[in-house]
């Protein structure tokens, strides 16, 4: 049997969010850095940031529910068929 803890995951979306904050910080520096200081690119990348910060919040609610003490079953030996 191999399990592993829902921790692992969190630890994981953790990791994910933290790069995607990453990316938008690139984002606005680019912008930045390059000239493209008009009023269209801001307000795409400030729709980028809100939907972001929506997902970010709303996966933040689920995942405080979460107890993390569980474990997840990946392969289970005892429920393969003796002839498989």
Do not use: E, K, R, W
Not at 38 to 56: D, E, K, P, Q
Not at 61 to 73: H, P
């Amino acid at each position: 049997m191999f399990s592993l803890s829902l921790s692992f995951f969190v630890i994981l979306y953790a990791i994910f969010v933290v790069l995607t904050l990453v990316f938008a910080a690139i984002n606005i520096y680019h912008l930045v850095s390059t000239g493209m200081l008009n009023l269209l690119s801001f307000s795409i990348s400030g729709l980028v940031a809100l939907l972001m910060f929506a997902v970010i919040a709303t996966t933040g609610i689920y995942v405080s529910a979460l107890d993390t003490t569980q474990t997840f079953t990946l392969f289970d030996s005892a429920s393969v068929p003796i002839g498989f």
